[in-house]
């Protein structure tokens, strides 16, 4: 019995010769396909986390001084070694949805921290950095510059913010870039730049997109309980960040991985279907879906059962 569909009769299937989706209908197409996945990620990403955490609480609920330094500096530099791979074991995983290849997104999520930790350590303490210059130059210029009365102070802040969200967006492309290739970190590091410059839009909508989520989660940092502030906010990482995949993943391929693959003659796997249905020794089966004619659901009679 079903309430609104009936099971007891298929349909004609799906042809593989469809249109494909593309656009916003892919993304929400994946989105509501992986959407516990994501959760999933998020989940594994706050384990590398939760580390800063520590390191912030720390100085605030232990008395002794030289104990809390102590704490909060080995966490902090626990949690700046190991997020960046944390965020390549997640980017690998979303990846494998973005090409709609199967994943095991536990044993993905650890395999790709494990490939890239070298790699995704030094990109999350270069972030770590950028981050700490950009929020001590804000902090600090506008006060010397009132202090002494020179609008000249605001330049080497500007200059830093600059910086700072330059490399913010080299981040959209070197961390797909680092769990799709075997790039090194020099070629990453200016390939990803390279990028930052390329697609304004795309770059434009995830810059805003992860600059709402992180309103979001200041609202939660200035006006909840810590332990309200430690389970919400990190809630939608995993969605912010397929988002910025979505966007950036078809930029690396255009740019980097199809320009590889036509200097040696070759199509990219991931765009390319796995039979070549002109091969007539590949094609052994025909795709029949589209085809079928409905099963429709079998009278019932009053014959005899058979036992």
């Given at each position: 019995m079903s309430l609104f569909n009936n099971y007891e009769s298929a349909g004609s299937g799906i042809s593989k010769y469809a249109p494909k989706k593309t656009g916003i209908a892919l993304y929400f197409d994946l989105f509501f396909r992986k959407v516990w996945s994501l959760t999933g990620l998020t989940m594994l990403l706050f384990i590398f986390i939760l580390p800063a955490y520590i390191a912030f609480f720390s100085l605030y609920y232990i008395k002794n001084f030289n104990a809390a330094m102590i704490v909060s500096g080995i966490t902090f530099l626990i949690f700046a070694v190991t997020i960046g791979p944390g965020i390549a074991g997640m980017t690998k995983v979303i990846r494998l949805f973005l090409i709609e290849k199967h994943s095991f997104?536990?044993?993905?999520?650890?395999?790709?921290?494990?490939?890239?930790?070298?790699?995704?350590?030094?990109?999350?303490?270069?972030?770590?950095?950028?981050?700490?210059?950009a929020f001590s130059s804000y902090k600090l210029y506008p006060m010397w510059a009132a202090k002494y009365e020179s609008v000249l102070f605001y330049v080497p802040m500007v200059i830093s913010l600059a910086v700072a969200l330059v490399i913010l967006i080299m981040n959209y492309y070197i961390f797909p870039m680092m769990v799709a290739t075997d790039l090194s970190m020099k070629?990453?590091?200016?390939?990803?730049?390279?990028?930052?410059?390329?697609?304004?839009?795309?770059?434009?909508?995830?810059?805003?997109?992860?600059?709402?989520?992180?309103?979001?989660?200041?609202?939660?940092?200035?006006?909840?309980?810590?332990?309200?502030?430690?389970?919400?906010?990190?809630?939608?990482?995993?969605?912010?960040?397929?988002?910025?995949?979505?966007?950036?993943?078809?930029?690396?391929?255009?740019?980097?991985?199809?320009?590889?693959?036509?200097?040696?003659?070759?199509?990219?796997?991931?765009?390319?279907?796995?039979?070549?249905?002109?091969?007539?020794?590949?094609?052994?089966?025909?795709?029949?879906?589209?085809?079928?004619?409905?099963?429709?659901?079998r009278k019932k009679g009053k014959g005899k059962r058979i036992s």
């Open positions: 997104v536990i044993r993905d999520f650890f395999k790709g921290f494990k490939e890239n930790f070298f790699r995704g350590a030094v990109v999350g303490i270069i972030d770590i950095v950028a981050v700490m210059s070629n990453l590091l200016k390939n990803s730049f390279a990028l930052a410059f390329v697609s304004i839009k795309q770059n434009l909508i995830n810059t805003l997109m992860l600059l709402f989520f992180m309103v979001i989660m200041s609202i939660f940092l200035l006006y909840t309980t810590p332990m309200f502030f430690i389970i919400v906010p990190f809630f939608p990482a995993g969605i912010a960040w397929f988002t910025v995949c979505f966007n950036s993943y078809p930029i690396i391929q255009k740019y980097v991985i199809n320009p590889y693959y036509d200097s040696i003659g070759e199509v990219n796997p991931e765009l390319a279907g796995d039979v070549d249905d002109n091969d007539p020794e590949e094609a052994i089966f025909e795709d029949m879906g589209g085809k079928e004619k409905p099963i429709e659901k």
